[in-house]
Structure formats: structure tokens, C-alpha cells
């Protein structure tokens, strides 16, 4: 069994962030709210999209996305990303790389992008730079060709996260024991 790595995942998920925040602020739809000290932040809004609350909950949970405090003003959980992709790509998330907690970020992936039922060509064009290599060629889920396409195989997907999906307990990414 082959695996991307826990933090390759994170990275692809902040990176989807962080284009959802700039098709937002294209659009004039991205918000700046007060923190918790009360400073300004472009908020990242999931719109209570299921497709966006498990990678929100996901970056949470492993620290890269914080929660803004709900107030009277704003309708709806708002995050701001609490380091820049430069940042992410060099962080230790070490202490959450378990199979479970890949599993629970591969669905997370999964639910923004693939939902195919069968083989899906990746679209690198909306990939991170970082994808092919840090992901698809370190994960048997991806089929890297020789023409330097990716598929993404359902079936394996299944085999492998969905089963163990449906044996875990709590659903959410934990820092190894220990650690």
C-alpha cells in the first residue's frame, strides 16, 4: 500500500483554500473579519458545503485553519488561514501522519474534487504545482501515465479509505498518541 504523505495532503487542501478565497475576492465575496486580537482577516467562508467543511475541518484540525468567532454581524463558520502555502509546505505535521488520519484527509480531497464513480482524469491545470509529485506519484490511488496524466482510481479509493472510513470511530484528524 502506497500513501501520500498526511502533510501533501494539507498542502493541497490549503492551496484549495486559498483559490476558493481568490475566486471570492474576484467576485467581490470574500470578507474581512476581526480575529481574536481584533486584526483584520480576509475570511475563507465553506458556505456550509459539505464539499468544503470536512477540508476546513481537516486544516483545523491540524492547525493551519483557525476558526473566527461567531458574532451577531456574520451568518455562517468563517476561518482564516494561519500560515501561506510557503509555510505549510516546509511544517512538520509529522505527529499526525497515521493511516487513519490519511484516510480522513484523502476524504477530504476527495470531497472537493474526484466524486467520480469509476476513473477520473486529474485536471493538473487546477492542481497545485506540487501534486503530481508530493501526491499522485506517492499514492496507488493516483495512476501516474507515461504521458504525464493522472487518474484517479475509485475503485482502489474505495478499497482502501472507504473501508477503513467505515471503521473508524471518530472521524477527524488526532495528533498521533505520544506525541
Known amino acids: 500500500m502506497q500513501n501520500a504523505p498526511v502533510a501533501a495532503l494539507v498542502y493541497e487542501l ?3 483554500v486559498y483559490r476558493k478565497m481568490d475566486h471570492d475576492r474576484k467576485g467581490g465575496r470574500i470578507r474581512s473579519l476581526p480575529d481574536e486580537n481584533g486584526t483584520s482577516r480576509e ?3 465553506h458556505e ?3 464539499c468544503w467543511e ?3 475541518g481537516t486544516l483545523e484540525e491540524v492547525g493551519v485553519l483557525k476558526a473566527l468567532q461567531p458574532s451577531r454581524h456574520r451568518w455562517g463558520p468563517h476561518f482564516y488561514p494561519v500560515m501561506s502555502l510557503d509555510e505549510c509546505a516546509v511544517a512538520d505535521f509529522s505527529r499526525f501522519e497515521t493511516f487513519d488520519n ?4 484523502m476524504f477530504s480531497f476527495d470531497e472537493l474534487h474526484m466524486h467520480s464513480r469509476f476513473r477520473e482524469r ?3 491545470g487546477v492542481r497545485s504545482p506540487r501534486f503530481l509529485e508530493a501526491v499522485a506519484s506517492q499514492d496507488d490511488i493516483f495512476l501516474v501515465e507515461d504521458d504525464g496524466q493522472v487518474t484517479f482510481d475509485r475503485a482502489r479509493f474505495n478499497e482502501k479509505v472507504m473501508t477503513r472510513w467505515e471503521e473508524i470511530d471518530v472521524r ?3 495528533p498521533k498518541i505520544g506525541t
Do not use: K, Q
Request: charged share 15%; net charge negative; aromatic share 28%.
Open 102 to 105: 490519511y484516510c480522513v484527509a
Open 14 to 16: 490549503l492551496f484549495e
Open 172 to 174: 477527524r484528524i488526532h
Open 54 to 56: 470536512w477540508p476546513s
Open 122 to 124: 486529474v485536471d493538473l
Open 43 to 45: 475570511a475563507f467562508f
Open 48 to 50: 456550509f458545503m459539505s
